[in-house]
Nanobody, 129 residues
Framework: QVQLVESGGGSVQAGGSLRLSCAASGYTASSYAMGWFRQAPAKEREGVAAITPRGVTTYYTTSVKGRFTISRDNAKNTLYLQMNSLKPEDTAMYYC??????????????????????WGQGTQVTVSS
């Protein structure tokens, strides 16, 4: 049974940093692309960052480029999101997700929540001004 469990969320002041982790189990993580998504109240779920199965290529939505870094450790079946220079508009529930292998990857594909097969329960990030 595939399970994704996020951790590392919390409350920080603007300009602060957080590191999210997503522990995966029940499948071979190196066969799946993975992504981080977020959803604020009354807003649609948004793709934040994604990474190809072996970690060769990463994608970011424009608003987090230069501030967030996605990475993965396939030996530990763990996905990370380092978030620096946090802004109040980054406040949301953050989810990790896994997508089965694909013959090709693009930014639009891997930042689209519809592409993903498995989801975690989420971890809340709150940034105060």
């Amino acid at each position: 049974q595939v399970q994704l469990v996020e951790s590392g969320g919390g409350s920080v002041q603007a300009g602060g940093s957080l590191r999210l982790s997503c522990a995966a189990s029940g499948y071979t993580a190196s066969s799946y692309a993975m992504g981080w998504f977020r959803q604020a109240p009354a807003k649609e779920r948004e793709g934040v960052a994604a990474i190809t199965p072996r970690g060769v290529t990463t994608y970011y939505t424009t608003s987090v480029k230069g501030r967030f870094t996605i990475s993965r450790d396939n030996a530990k079946n763990t996905l990370y999101l380092q978030m620096n220079s946090l802004k109040p508009e980054d406040t949301a529930m953050y989810y990790c997700a896994a997508a089965r292998g694909s013959p090709y990857y693009t930014q639009s594909l891997l930042l689209d929540p519809l592409h993903y097969n498995y989801w975690g329960q989420g971890t809340q990030v709150t940034v105060s001004s």
